[in-house]
């Protein structure tokens, strides 16, 4: 029994296309990567969220003083 040469062609055909896959890939990473670092150079503002926001321990707001100041005298 012989093999036809069909399924080498096939599988050929396969890697050619898993190949183009792969480089449409690296391609859509690249593209990504350099739009994300010029989004981040352009980006000057601060997150409102985050703003004035330092590591550590944060400082009461100040309509909170009035509670703060009751739990002191409680002590």
Known sequence: MAKSSRPTAQKRAKEKARQEKQQQKEARRLQSKERKASVGLNSGDEDSDIA?????????????GIIAESDEEKK
Request: glycine residues 16%; charged residues 10%.
């Open 52 to 64: 004035g926001i330092l590591p550590g321990p944060q400082p009461l707001p100040p309509e909170w």
